[in-house]
Antibody, heavy 120, light 111 residues
Framework: QVTLRESGPALVKPTQTLTLTCSFS??????????VSWIRQSPGRALEWLAL???????YYSTSLKSRLTISKDTSKNQVVLTLTNVAPMDTATYYC????????????WGKGTTVTVSS | QSALTQPPSVSGSPGQSVTISCIGT?????????VSWYQQAPGTAPKLIIY???NRPSGVPDRFSGSRSGNTASLTISGLRAEDEADYYC???????????FGTGTKVTVL
């Protein structure tokens, strides 16, 4: 059974760096075509794709947030980490990590999400 | 990358069919099979219901079907049921930045 769980701070101050961890089980991120992606959803808004890391360690980012995002993986720990620098209130959202299948180009399993509020 | 365009809302009575459109371009929906649809009930994470334009994951009722014509993908829900009331999102690979893009989302209301 594939599961993913997001963890990180619930509250972050403006200008700080947000670090989120995705802990997963049921698959190996070193095996093609497995990838892990991060997605966020601001209150009442649509889903927004953020970043993806594949089995080979290649990374892909949203063009609008690329300068602020970093995605990395620790295959031995079955974890993927996302950092977002210089956060602002508009970064308040529920952040999801999910398994992404490269060849089908689809997200087949989602975590439950973690809510992050940016406020002073 | 620009979001794919969906209607904000659609509605139908139980038993009816509704169709949600997802308008993209030749850089995404029109030329790649990586088109998916997700259902998101209030307060929950999205759930995959269609992948590769027309395929249903196991466990998804065959009332849900996907199609594509040109740069527009569509999701049809047949025999609408109360539990289908949710937000629906499309997604696609996009070659403009070799990445991924979601649609603007559609709220389905069962009257």
């Amino acid at each position: 059974q594939v599961t993913l769980r997001e963890s990180g701070p619930a509250l972050v101050k403006p200008t700080q760096t947000l670090t989120l961890t995705c802990s997963f089980s049921g698959f190996s991120l070193s095996s093609r075509p497995m990838c892990v992606s991060w997605i966020r959803q601001s209150p009442g808004r649509a889903l927004e794709w953020l970043a993806l890391i594949d089995w080979d360690g290649d990374k892909y980012y949203s063009t609008s947030l690329k300068s602020r995002l970093t995605i990395s993986k620790d295959t031995s720990k079955n974890q993927v980490v996302l950092t977002l620098t210089n956060v602002a209130p508009m970064d308040t959202a529920t952040y999801y990590c999910a398994r992404f299948l490269w060849y089908q180009y689809t997200i087949d399993v989602w975590g439950k999400g973690t809510t992050v509020t940016v406020s002073s | 990358q620009s979001a794919l365009t969906q209607p904000p809302s659609v509605s139908g009575s139980p038993g009816q069919s509704v169709t949600i459109s997802c308008i993209g371009t030749s850089s995404d929906v029109g030329n790649y099979n990586g088109v998916s649809w997700y259902q998101q009930a209030p307060g929950t994470a999205p759930k995959l219901i269609i992948y590769e334009v027309t395929n249903r994951p196991s466990g998804v009722p065959d009332r849900f079907s996907g199609s594509r014509s040109g740069n527009t993908a569509s999701l049809t829900i047949s025999g609408l049921r109360a539990e289908d009331e949710a937000d629906y999102y499309c997604s696609s690979f996009t070659s403009t930045s070799t990445s991924f893009v979601f649609g603007t989302g559609t709220k389905v209301t069962v009257l």
